[in-house]
């Protein structure tokens, strides 16, 4: 008998009458007097559950199956024939129900098949892949995960693996997570009365990796065309709905190239990776468009498809302080862009997503290239509604002299740098780069406000469960 799953069912991939045996977990179940028990069974292959029709004839039927509630795992051998009802397509005659697993209190089943808030489901992270909501989330991130290798595969990309431990604490994105083996209760002090970090495991202060950018520099300056794309940490003091302590980047070098080649790459490959999944996830798009955001399709089609604004960095000042919304202090040359500065932006100016290049030097890291006019460098931002920022790049500064001035103003010391000096010094050449904060793509993608809710197991401050 085939084992099948019930996406293949719905694709009209299982011929009808056909014996066949299906794996899952109930979803939901009612009992009619007249000893049939309707089972609402699902395996994760697609949003939809498949119906099973259990009588009372079943050997097992009294003793196991009438005790049978949500969550419990079962496998199905039966018949797939033509629904009974009007609410589905397909229905699966139980000849014979195996059970694998019960609830053993289904009061205290935290997944039932009532509805549930989303705060409730952030507490069952290893349990709310269950419900229809994060199952199609699931499905949804890894095809977008695989639209983004398979654009870079076929432009040419090699995947490189950045380290995900590093020595360096200056990269300028953020506060970093330390590693050690030292035992917090007999911390071992030099002279100076400092950590002795000589005792530790790699003879050194060391942290978790905020950005593998730089060491993907230098594979970029052999290979040509990188990207790395893994897990990244940050521990920054935020618990917004846009922020994460440990989330994923797609972080992408190119050699020989300048900012308006990475722009349109990246515009590209956005658009591209959307098509994607609204060719293969259609029937997860709508569940989404039922029960998140009613204009999901129409949006993601005009992301696709229209081209992005791009202003400079001086002109979305202009535009600031012209707007009367941000009226109690004038923003100026050098000023911060807000969340709120960069969401009025795409939300009620430009309506569309914005890239914003040309920034103050003194807003970005050393690694970005100076622009002629000494002020400013050659640094782009894309900004997409309901989400603000979702990826930074630059053309980096390949110049040795001017990368050395840099370190200089921001107090940073080279020589904790000399490898990256190296490659200026070896056979230096233009060269760009862009990173895409996943969850927060994919977030804007699905119209899901909260990135909590986009991330399987998500890492924020005071939290890390699991």
């Not at 899952?24 to 029709?53: A, E, H, P």
């Not at 004839?57 to 018949?79: D, H, M, R």
């Not at 977008?144 to 990269?171: D, Q, R």
């Not at 862009?337 to 960069?342: F, G, K, M, N, T």
Request: net charge positive; with cysteine; glycine share 6%.
């Amino acid at each position: 008998m085939t084992i099948v799953s019930i996406s293949d069912v719905f694709l009209d991939k299982i011929k009808l009458n056909s014996s066949i045996c299906i794996q899952g977990w109930i979803k939901n179940k009612r009992t009619s007097k007249m000893g049939l028990s309707f089972i609402d069974l699902y395996d994760g292959s697609c949003v939809y559950c498949i119906q099973v029709l259990a009588q009372n004839k079943l050997q097992n039927y009294a003793n196991e199956i009438l005790k049978l509630t949500s969550g419990c795992s079962i496998i199905v051998f039966g018949k797939l024939i033509k629904s009974i009802g009007n609410n589905q397509k397909y229905d699966v005659k139980a000849n014979d129900i195996k059970v694998l697993g019960l609830i053993d209190n289904p009061g205290s089943y935290p997944i039932s098949s009532k509805k549930h808030t989303m705060k409730h489901l952030r507490n069952f992270s290893h349990l709310r892949a269950r419900t229809n909501f994060f199952g199609a989330v699931s499905r949804v991130r890894n095809c977008l995960f695989h639209a983004f290798h398979n654009f870079l595969y076929k432009n040419g990309y090699y995947w490189v693996s950045t380290p995900i431990i590093t020595g360096l604490n200056s990269e300028g994105a953020g506060d970093m997570f330390r590693v050690s083996t030292l035992d917090f209760k007999k911390i071992p002090i030099n002279k100076n009365g400092d950590v002795d970090f000589r005792k530790d495991f790699f003879n050194k202060e060391s942290f978790l990796s905020v950005s593998g950018q730089l060491t993907l520099e230098t594979y970029a300056c052999a290979l040509s065309k990188v990207y790395a794309f893994g897990p990244i940490f940050r521990a920054e003091n935020s618990n917004t709905s846009r922020h994460l302590s440990e989330f994923w980047m797609l972080e992408v070098e190119t050699a020989f190239s300048r900012l308006y080649d990475i722009i349109n790459f990246c515009e590209n490959m956005l658009k591209y990776v959307v098509n994607i999944i609204l060719e293969k996830c259609s029937n997860d798009i709508k569940f989404f468009q039922d029960t998140v955001d009613k204009n999901i399709f129409k949006r993601l089609y005009d992301f696709s498809k229209k081209k992005f604004f791009q202003i400079e960095y001086k002109e979305a000042i202009k535009i600031l302080n012209n707007s009367n919304r941000f009226s109690t202090q004038n923003l100026f040359f050098g000023s911060e862009l807000s969340s709120d500065h960069e969401r009025f932006l795409v939300e009620e100016y430009f309506k569309f997503p914005v890239i914003i290049i040309n920034y103050p030097k003194s807003l970005k890291a050393f690694y970005m290239r100076l622009n002629d006019d000494g002020e400013t460098v050659s640094a782009m931002d894309i900004l997409v509604p309901g989400i603000g920022e979702v990826v930074g790049g630059s053309e980096r500064e390949e110049r040795l002299s001017i990368l050395d001035s840099r370190f200089y103003e921001l107090k940073l010391n080279k020589n904790d740098y000399g490898w990256y000096r190296d490659l200026r010094k070896y056979g230096t050449v233009p060269h760009s780069g862009f990173g895409i904060g996943f969850e927060r793509i994919f977030s804007y993608f699905l119209g899901i406000k909260n990135i909590k809710d986009v991330c399987p197991f998500p890492r924020t401050i005071h939290k890390s469960d699991f």
